[in-house]
């Protein structure tokens, strides 16, 4: 008998709440809840944890896990009728165990498909048939990668319009030494501010206060370099045009139930999203939104943290 560990894994989590591990032959590990169709961790290979998750979430529908990816859809935030960020991330989701193909090859053999169509009772509240598919992978090198697939399974004929985000929580060493690279210089929508559109000025992102902002027409490519942990993480992202940046900071941090006093220094939310634009779907049609992340040593060059090197390179 083989002494390795499953590739895919079917466990019970916290509350006894379902869950599928993954595992790459390095590794490097990820868990997906059922609940949600939420990412709630990322492992390196040397078993140290990627992502945030608050030690006060409770794990406990139909409350959203605070931390890990929360899927936003089919709205983000409340810009529409619905509540916050939409349903998906808390509806039970299912495995869905005949996708239709994908076009892209994976070699590795620890991903997951999970499947989220609306029950009767969805449809009151959001009138359209759809089917979410998410593939969660972990590629050969511990990258997480992600793609969610919408269908309009519409029979009226009547087309549906979604906005959508990864609300990806990176666990950082402080948020005071951290920097994004990739958005300076773009307009964006500050959520503070009853959204009103600004530029970016200047350098890399840093951060010394609340923010909450939708960068709009990103790069494909972002990188959070944390400086005390000489790490680097690089979203590559596709379908996906805008990019939320998102730290409470001390005082809104006090105020969420599910979320600790001082945990905000050690989390920042960069989300690949589809906002400004929402998205329309006929019957028929199909949208896919892909997320990559992977988390690299950061390139140092007399001292400083280089991005132009972290964003340049492959
Ligand atoms: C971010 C939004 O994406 O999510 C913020 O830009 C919001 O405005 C945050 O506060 C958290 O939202 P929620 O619904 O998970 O508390």
């Given at each position: 008998m083989s002494s390795e560990r499953a590739a895919v894994e079917l466990a019970k989590g916290v509350n006894g709440l379902e869950k599928i591990i993954l595992?790459?032959?390095?590794?490097?590990?990820?868990?997906?809840?059922?609940?949600?169709?939420?990412?709630?961790?990322?492992?390196?290979?040397?078993?140290?944890?990627?992502?945030?998750?608050?030690?006060?979430?409770?794990?406990?529908?139909?409350?959203?896990?605070r931390g890990g990816i929360p899927l936003c859809f089919p709205q983000f935030s409340n810009l529409g009728p619905l509540e916050s960020h939409g349903f998906a991330r808390n509806k039970f989701w299912s495995i869905d165990t005949?996708?239709?193909?994908f076009p892209t090859n994976s070699s590795s053999k620890a991903h997951i498909d999970l499947i989220l169509k609306p029950s009767e009772e969805?449809?009151?509240?959001?009138?359209?048939?759809?089917?979410?598919?998410?593939?969660?992978?972990l590629g050969p090198g511990g990258d997480l990668m992600l793609t969610s697939r919408?269908?309009?399974?519409?029979?009226?004929?009547?087309?549906?319009?979604?906005?959508?985000?990864?609300?990806?929580?990176?666990?950082?060493?402080?948020?005071?030494?951290?920097?994004?690279?990739?958005?300076?210089?773009?307009?964006?929508?500050?959520?503070?501010?009853?959204?009103?559109?600004?530029?970016?000025?200047?350098?890399?992102?840093?951060?010394?206060?609340?923010?909450d902002k939708i960068y709009l027409s990103t790069p494909t490519k972002i990188a959070i370099?944390?400086?005390?942990?000489?790490?680097?993480?690089?979203?590559?992202?596709?379908?996906?045009?805008?990019?939320?940046?998102?730290?409470?900071?001390?005082?809104?941090?006090?105020?969420m139930a599910d979320f600790g006093d001082d945990e905000y220094k050690h989390m920042l939310c960069v989300e690949a999203a589809?906002?400004?634009?929402?998205?329309?779907?006929?019957?028929?049609?199909?949208?896919?939104?892909r997320l990559e992340l992977s988390a690299v040593p950061s390139s140092y060059c007399s001292g400083q943290l280089d991005p132009q090197r972290v964003l340049q390179g492959s």
């Amino acid at each position: 008998m083989s002494s390795e560990r499953a590739a895919v894994e079917l466990a019970k989590g916290v509350n006894g709440l379902e869950k599928i591990i993954l595992r790459e032959t390095r590794g490097s590990s990820a868990e997906v809840y059922l609940y949600g169709g939420h990412v709630t961790s990322w492992k390196n290979d040397h078993g140290e944890e990627l992502l945030f998750v608050s030690s006060k979430t409770l794990f406990k529908p139909p409350k959203p896990i605070r931390g890990g990816i929360p899927l936003c859809f089919p709205q983000f935030s409340n810009l529409g009728p619905l509540e916050s960020h939409g349903f998906a991330r808390n509806k039970f989701w299912s495995i869905d165990t005949d996708p239709p193909a994908f076009p892209t090859n994976s070699s590795s053999k620890a991903h997951i498909d999970l499947i989220l169509k609306p029950s009767e009772e969805d449809m009151k509240i959001w009138p359209h048939s759809y089917e979410f598919r998410l593939r969660v992978a972990l590629g050969p090198g511990g990258d997480l990668m992600l793609t969610s697939r919408i269908r309009n399974t519409n029979s009226d004929g009547k087309p549906f319009t979604f906005t959508f985000a990864y609300h990806t929580y990176f666990s950082v060493s402080d948020i005071s030494e951290v920097r994004v690279e990739g958005l300076e210089t773009l307009d964006y929508l500050d959520n503070l501010k009853s959204r009103e559109r600004f530029t970016e000025q200047g350098d890399a992102i840093t951060f010394e206060r609340e923010v909450d902002k939708i960068y709009l027409s990103t790069p494909t490519k972002i990188a959070i370099l944390d400086h005390e942990k000489k790490r680097t993480f690089v979203l590559r992202k596709d379908g996906l045009p805008d990019a939320v940046v998102w730290n409470p900071w001390d005082k809104k941090a006090k105020a969420m139930a599910d979320f600790g006093d001082d945990e905000y220094k050690h989390m920042l939310c960069v989300e690949a999203a589809a906002i400004e634009k929402p998205i329309t779907l006929k019957p028929g049609e199909e949208w896919r939104g892909r997320l990559e992340l992977s988390a690299v040593p950061s390139s140092y060059c007399s001292g400083q943290l280089d991005p132009q090197r972290v964003l340049q390179g492959s």
